[in-house]
């Protein structure tokens, strides 16, 4: 786990030579501006050599530096404060153009999703969904802009969807108390994760329901107790993380749910249409 490799780092000290222990103490104390360096730019910042540096992560059980590299990245993504997180941007940023930077890493964000996703599990989700007596969607803070998306795209499929809403604890388990084994709860949490996320996934799981995960690492907090989970990749762009692989992610939920329940949905469409005619809820007069 993220928080393990520092506990390790500070634990190992009186064992490390004199060069891992400069790397080691400049992690601990500056560790959202060493999650991003390369191995060279930390011999730089540490007075070690890179091959030294490579030698320590091995050293930490790690196959190489970019998976060390990766496992302090994780360190970060749930530990940072906000105002950290304009440090490490603007470090990343440097002079660039920032649309650019941007816009580029996002495009990457949603490749490395697409190339790493679990497939069968997200099948296994679409099936779940349609299945679903009840299909509960819940995320707070950033997350509440991706689930209601989702929500709003099924209930252009369904009326069995409970968006829930909360600002405390007990709100959550009053709107999910019927919630059982035909049920679906779609759990959305990305860093820093929300415990009133972690606390509904396992009243779901207690209460015999279907879990569906979208979150960012298998080791975020929801995931143990998922039995769908869908990884999407989320890092440090800003302030708040990128949210655009899981927006994709709910994109390709929603569309293949719609191609399964085709003739269901045109019929449901059309009825929408004429509502949205009769009422005038859009602007046709371009």
Known sequence: MPNDLLRQMEEGMQSFSKGQRQIASYIIGHYE??????????????GVSESTVVRFAIELGFEGYPKFQRAMQAIIRNRLTSFQRIEVTNHLIGDGDVLDK????????????????????????????????????????????????????????????????????????????????????????FPRYSKRVVAAVEFA????????????????????????????????????DSLVAPLSIINALLVAISRKKQGELTERLRRLEHIWDEYEVYDKSR
């Open 33 to 46: 501006k060493a999650a991003y360096m390369t191995a060279s730019r930390l011999g730089e910042a540490t």
């Open 205 to 240: 799981h207690k209460a015999g329901a279907n879990v569906v995960a979208l979150t960012d690492s298998a080791r975020a907090p929801i995931a143990a107790q998922a039995d769908q989970l869908l990884l999407a990749q989320s890092d440090v762009a800003a302030f708040v």
């Open 102 to 189: 941007i816009l580029y890493a996002d495009a990457e964000k949603i490749k490395q999703t697409a190339e790493t996703i679990d497939r069968v599990a997200f099948d296994h989700a679409v099936d779940a969904l349609i299945g679903a007596r009840n299909i509960y969607i819940l995320g707070v803070r950033s997350s509440a802009a991706l689930a209601d998306f989702l929500g709003a795209g099924l209930l252009r499929v369904s009326d069995n969807v409970k968006l829930i809403r909360s600002t405390s604890g007990s709100e959550v388990f009053e709107q999910m108390l019927d919630i059982g084994e035909q049920d679906v709860l779609v759990a959305i949490s």
